[in-house]
């Protein structure tokens, strides 16, 4: 009896999909149509139609089973396919690549916008180095936005580097590399390091000497 008892704790667990789980109002599926699909998606992406096995697995009623697998295929979550099968019979056969495709679908909506450059820093660039841009630069300037620079960053490296007259990519590349290793990130932390580093010296050392009494 023990032994039948750790047999049945030891069968393989029912996988729930974390963004079926999450998201399966989104479906327009009830609860009980929600552990219906669950146990369709465990058994594999092809299966034999059998509500008999939802009846004796789930504690559900054969005609209810049958209403539940219609419900989902009228919702296009599941797929009810009559094929021949290996003795060359008529079967029906359940997929379930249909809500694959919608899950796929609600996690490209859930995702933030990619992060790339926007169309006016392209622009932006090309008036300021007064040509335009090569493919090769683009990418440079995506990798940019891809590493986490800001574009009010990337905006000022530039900005920086026309005011040092210098109009090419790879020395905003150092602008943007000496800032992040100083921890710059931001408009305001460029001012203060320019600040900081521009402010002209006054020695104390100054020389007492008439100007106008010069030969």
């Known amino acids: 009896m023990n032994n039948k008892v750790i047999d049945i704790l030891k069968e393989k667990p029912i996988i729930i999909p974390r963004v079926l789980f999450k998201n399966y109002k989104k479906l327009n599926i009830t609860e009980e149509e929600l552990i219906v699909l669950i146990y369709i998606v465990n058994l594999g992406d092809k299966i034999v139609y059998n509500p008999s096995i939802l009846t ?14 219609n419900n989902l295929s009228e ?16 079967e029906e056969y359940i997929y379930v690549d249909v809500l694959y495709n919608k899950l ?14 926007n169309t006016d820093l392209f622009s932006l660039f090309e008036t300021e180095l007064g040509r335009t841009l090569s493919p090769m630069e683009c990418e440079i300037i995506k990798e940019w936005i891809s590493s986490d620079y800001t574009e009010e960053l ?8 026309i005011y040092n007259n210098v109009r090419n990519l790879k020395y905003i590349d150092r602008i943007l590399y000496t800032w992040k290793t100083k921890g710059i ?8 390091d320019k600040r900081k580093y521009r ?8 020389f007492d000497y008439n100007w106008l009494e010069e030969d």
């Not at 004796?56 to 697998?69: N, S, V």
Request: glycine share 2%; hydrophobic share 40%; proline share 4%.
């Open 199 to 206: 402010k002209p010296v006054m020695s104390s050392n100054v």
């Open 56 to 69: 004796e697995d789930l504690d559900i009623d054969k005609y209810k089973a049958m209403q539940i697998l």
């Open 185 to 192: 990130t931001t408009k305001e932390d460029v001012l203060k």
């Open 104 to 117: 796929f679908s609600i996690i490209l909506e859930e995702q933030p916008p990619e992060k790339v450059a």
């Open 154 to 161: 990337i905006k000022e490296a530039l900005k920086e580097a």
């Open 75 to 90: 919702k296009n979550l599941i797929t009810i396919k009559v094929e021949k099968n290996d003795r060359g019979l008529s």
